[in-house]
């Protein structure tokens, strides 16, 4: 039995927790729900690419298109990648770190690749527009801070069997918050552990790594790395041109029912260039095997990633496990669900404290405007990143400015969260219109068609909150 | 099929725990059906998948289906609910900087003190290094995130003090050793 004064504090702790936190959560929970269906954002930002069925994919082709990009150098990085057509992503194109083309079913290099709203979308979730060092390591810190928000929430909550299923909306705002918050955080609580921990892990893996090279080997870095991804093949010099064709047709053998999802040139400024090809295998949660080739074409090695032991096993499947990048539309689709009820967590969590004060002022116009903000300002960016290739970030810092002075000007909570819930389906209505416009058929196929169903649909649960609203406001009129 | 019936065990075991919160069951009868349908799902989808799949699963069927009986179980509101009186603003609360300067305090301190103590930990582990990185990086946020939360809920006494500074200090003066 947990005593009271424990429970006081724990409520004290969490609450304190939780506001501190509470506007970077909120928008890092938002920009993460949608970044789950981030290959199908980059898709319905451009859906008039060339699309190749897989089958269908000219290797032939494509290789001396990658050799000619690859031999003209001016365009060059370290890593240069084919990516060819896949089940999910049924595109083809060659990258640079930098840039990336798209490639037609004859092998020609087609239009480059624009991904600037995507971009700004990880960018937000990643390191929330700072510097990339340090925003990494806030999001990161964010992530242990929500693996304490859940624990000291458990605490808070004794009466946890007892309010199990309760969903009091109708006594009073408090209750109504505080049921929202609880029955979505209790429920979910094991789910949201698990991104806080896998979430955490991609900024502290760094920070970790430098002290276990402190503490194990010498202060050298590099031996950390080489111990956990392994140490690059030794190949002959000056190889020539990339065997893309004879690698390819050895992965059916080497990697059975895998998916080859990526070819990468490594050191590709160099002489010392090695392939390293990159397979997905459906019943495992590593993110991919690695196997090795040199540039004619011959099998090195594998980077042991499925083969390996548990620990390496672990550090690769982090990725698909905190992005549901598994088991199809089904798991992405409850991601998106847990991701936004972990969202709206956030928020809920702020007004329960807002609610306790018993009063309405600037803080709460504030918090309105950042909750019913961020959606439009990622609406209105979204938008936006159709036409313009630059300062979408600073076009969503704006627009959430905004928001917050609208909500402050107003002074009135339940006339600015009615405009804001009206501006947000006017903005996802504008989504649909644009891409209809700019795309026509292109937005009715492939994954096009599956963000435009997700925008509809967000559209139409809005529509239905105003509704309700309005329906209420009349009743007591 | 076992995908069928994995779902239809945790389908069950949420209803059946519904069906306890309603007071319609006997509470240590439920509560072993509860038990046992949860872990039959988490086999039978670990049978049919693997086990890091099936307890993702899990983690996403039962908030799924308990949402759907929070909701029905809901009472909505037949108004609006009366909103707060109006008042001047208060921008600065009571208590926030004492409170943010034990926020700070305690994330940085429990932050600091956790990851050395899980690298320190993990080295005497009998594991191969791949497996202790591993380790490290996967238990340093829960371990940062647990301490936080118990440097939060302990009264602040001298118990809290002695135990976090003996803990920082030895894994600190583990490290030293080591390089």
Known sequence: MISTDTVKRAIAGHSWLGLVSGGLMYLICLSGSLLVFSSEIEQWEQPDAPMINPIDFNVAAAETTFNSVLGRGSNLTPHMYLVPPTSDSPRARIASEKESWFLYPNGELGQKERVFWSSMLRELHYFLHLPESWGMLLVSSLGAILVGLIITGLFAHPGILRDAFALRLNKSLQLKETDIHNRLSVWAAPFHLTIAVTGAFFGLALPTLAIIAEAEFAGDQQAVIETVYGVDPQVELNQGAIAVNAILQQMPVLAGDGETFLLTVHEAESEKRFVGVSVQHKDSMIYAENYLFTTAGSFIRTDGWIDGGIGKKVLYSVYRLHFGNFSGYWVKLAYLVLGLSLTVVAASGVNVWLAKRRVEDGLSDLWAGVVWGSPLALTISAGMGFWVDFGLAAVFWLVLCSSCFLALYLCDLVRFKSLARRLNVLGLVGLLAIQVVLFQEDAFRSAALVMNQIIFCLLVGIVLVEASHVRLSKRMA | ?179
């Open chain 2, 1 to 179: 099929m076992l995908v069928l019936i994995a779902w239809l065990c945790a389908g069950l075991a949420v209803v059946l725990a519904f069906c306890l919160w309603r007071g319609m069951l006997r509470l240590r009868f439920a509560a072993v059906w509860v038990i046992l349908l949860l872990s039959a799902s988490f086999l039978l989808f670990g049978l049919a998948y693997q086990l890091v799949f099936a307890a993702v699963y899990l983690f996403l069927v039962v908030p799924a289906l308990a949402w759907v009986l929070v909701a029905y179980a809901g009472n909505f509101p037949a108004a609006v609910l009366t909103p707060f009186k109006r008042t001047g603003t208060d921008w600065v609360p009571k208590n926030v900087a004492h409170h943010l300067a034990k926020f700070l305090w305690a994330v940085v301190f429990s932050g600091l003190t956790s990851i050395l103590s899980v690298v320190a930990v993990c080295n005497l582990l009998p594991l191969s290094p791949v497996d202790r990185i591993a380790l490290m990086v996967i238990a340093g946020p829960l371990v940062w995130g647990t301490v936080l939360a118990w440097m939060l809920i302990q009264h602040p006494g001298l118990r809290l003090r002695i135990f976090l500074a003996v803990m920082g200090l030895s894994a600190l003066v583990t490290l030293i050793r080591w390089t």
